[in-house]
Every structure is written in structure tokens, then in C-alpha cells.
């Protein structure tokens, strides 16, 4: 499936920029010189509420924080980033001169996930670095292994579009999106005309590729990001487009109409044609409590579908809300 091939092919080996919180120059500039010959991105600042700024500016996955600094303590520091809301998580090593073990437990209760005893060993240093390293790359696997999930959830298995249950899921928060900026919203309803013939004639398995072929068809006719299309089932397909009035759907489907009907599907070095049908629904909020349902727009690009199909098909019906 094409969606979840991007989300693959997009991975990159995982890079992971270091920030450094330590009020002693000589100490900072002794560990910047240390991590940038390991080959790691290094930003540092000169006590704990420099490093909370950075950090707010910036994303940093590891943070090495001294424990005594002046205006905010590495203690402060951890304590705050803990409770802040970070899009990944952050592994904090705490280093300080004190040693005992009411301080260490002190430290990691904080929010420290590991601890360095100054004066600092660069190996020691390194192989702490490395055990962070693991943890958000797992993180990371995790996180892409539950992104892989989610959007099989929500993706039609043959076509690699949206299906049925992300269409109840997110057309409701289209028209919520519509409604508050009294912006247009408009869908198209597209279903391929006598495509039980096609499986009748050639078999399911051409009627598949057929399938596939009007969904990529579709998909390159649109604007990415912005708009998007589902499944609703069978040979029916459903594109949502926000920001686009009924003038600009209906132009779509016109367009999408013609394109499809000059399409030639190879078949065994025989080419099928078919041409679609389609019904075109919108509207355009005069205030943000105009009411307007899901089930509403989908009934009336249904009719509207419903109608190119009895007046002939190969042709697009439209209509406002």
C-alpha cells in the first residue's frame, strides 16, 4: 500500500542533537569538543533557563544538564521538561559532583534517566550516550510501528485511498472546520459505470487492477494534502474538498469525467474502457452555527449521482446544499 510505502521510505537513520546545560566554560566547551568529534549535532547554554528557552525553540532528544547552575538548577530543569508536553521523548543525563546515594535517587525522582559523576569520563560518557541512543530508537520503532497500525486502519487494502470508517471519522471534522471559517466545503461521489460487466466479463482480478487504475486516476486529478478521497464501497468513491465551492467541485468531476472516459486500461495487450458517473454536493457557511451534517451532504451527492446514472450515466450532476 502506497501510504504506508511512504511512511517506509521516508525513514532515515536516527540523528539525535544533544543539548547541553553547564554553567562552567571550561566544562562545556571540554563537552562540546568530546560530542562533536563523535559526530553529534551540539547546542549549549549557560544555565538551566537558557536551556528551557532553546528547548522550546527546539526539539532536543538528549539532554546532558549539570546539576548546580545559577537561575535554574538541572533539578529545575528536569522537573520541567517532565512536565511539559514533548512530541518524542527526552533522555536527560544529570551531571554533578555529588555522589551520594539520597542525591542520585534525588536526581533520577526528578526525571534524570542516568547520571555522570564529575569530573567526566568521556568513555563512561559515550557509553551512557549509547544507552539513550537505544532507548529512542526503540521510541522511534514503536512509534512508526503504531503509525503503520493506525493507517491500516483507516486505508482501503486494494486501492491505498481512505476507506468508509476515516470518511465517518474526519468528513464531520471537515464541515466543523468549514462551518467556523465560513469557508467551502464541497464532495464528489463517483462510482464506475457497469462495473459488475467488467468482473462478469474479464474476472475479479482485472476488475481489481480496474480499481486500482480509477483510484490513481483520481488521486493525480486532486490536490495533495488537501484533498482526499475514500472507498465508500464497491465500485463507489468519494472525494472531500475543502476550500473548493460547488463550481470548482463540479468543474472537478467534469474533468475527472473526461479523463476517464479517453483511459485505456491494458489487459493483456487489450485495452478496456470505461467511463464513471458523478454527483456533486456543497456549501458554503454563512455562520458558524450554520447546521449542516455528514449524512446530509453524502444524501444529496447520492441524489445527485443517483440521477446522472438514470439520465444516461458518463456525466456529472450537481447541486448546493
Known amino acids: 500500500m502506497e501510504m504506508i510505502q511512504e511512511i517506509k521510505e521516508n525513514r532515515s537513520k536516527h540523528h539525535f542533537p544533544i543539548l547541553i546545560a553547564e554553567d562552567n566554560a571550561v566544562s562545556r566547551k571540554l563537552l562540546e569538543k568530546v560530542l562533536i568529534k563523535a559526530g553529534h549535532e551540539v547546542v549549549s547554554a549557560e544555565n538551566g533557563r537558557e536551556a528551557l528557552e532553546i528547548f522550546n525553540g527546539k526539539f532536543f532528544p538528549i539532554i546532558l544538564t549539570d546539576w548546580l547552575m545559577p537561575e535554574m538548577n538541572g ?35 526528578a526525571g534524570a534517566d542516568d547520571y555522570l559523576t564529575k569530573p567526566i569520563n568521556n568513555a563512561e560518557l559515550m557509553a ?17 510501528a503504531n ?19 476515516y470518511l465517518i471519522q474526519k468528513l464531520p471534522q471537515e464541515i466543523r472546520r468549514a462551518r467556523r471559517y465560513q469557508h467551502p466545503l464541497s464532495i464528489i461521489f463517483c462510482d464506475i459505470d457497469h462495473f459488475k ?31 482526499w478521497l475514500t472507498r465508500y464501497g464497491g465500485e463507489e468513491f468519494l472525494i472531500v474538498l475543502p476550500e473548493t465551492d460547488i463550481k470548482g467541485a463540479s468543474c472537478l468531476a ?21 467511463t464513471a458517473s458523478f454527483g456533486v454536493s456543497g456549501f458554503v457557511p454563512k455562520t458558524p452555527e450554520d ?15 443517483y440521477q446522472s446514472k438514470q439520465e444516461g450515466r458518463n456525466r456529472v450532476t450537481f447541486g448546493d446544499l
Open 75 to 109: 533539578i529545575e530543569l528536569c522537573k520541567t521538561i517532565r512536565e511539559s508536553s514533548t512530541e518524542r521523548y527526552v533522555f536527560i543525563i544529570l551531571l554533578t559532583a555529588k555522589d551520594s546515594k539520597d542525591d542520585i535517587v534525588l536526581g533520577l525522582e
Open 147 to 165: 503509525e503503520e497500525i493506525k493507517l491500516l486502519s483507516i486505508t482501503d487494502p486494494l486501492t491505498g485511498c481512505y476507506n468508509r470508517g
Open 254 to 274: 467534469e474533468r475527472l469525467r473526461g479523463t476517464i472516459y479517453q483511459k485505456e486500461i491494458n489487459v493483456d495487450g487489450k485495452p478496456i474502457h470505461i
Open 197 to 227: 460487466a467488467v468482473n462478469d466479463i474479464h474476472g475479479h482480478q482485472i476488475g481489481d487492477q480496474v480499481l486500482k487504475e480509477f483510484a490513481t486516476c483520481i488521486k493525480e486529478s486532486f490536490r495533495y494534502d488537501v484533498d
Open 128 to 144: 551512557r550516550l549509547n544507552t539513550g541512543k537505544r532507548i529512542l530508537e526503540l521510541e522511534s520503532s514503536l512509534k512508526e
Open 291 to 305: 447546521r449542516i451534517s455528514s449524512d446530509a451532504m453524502l444524501k444529496q451527492a447520492d441524489k445527485y449521482l
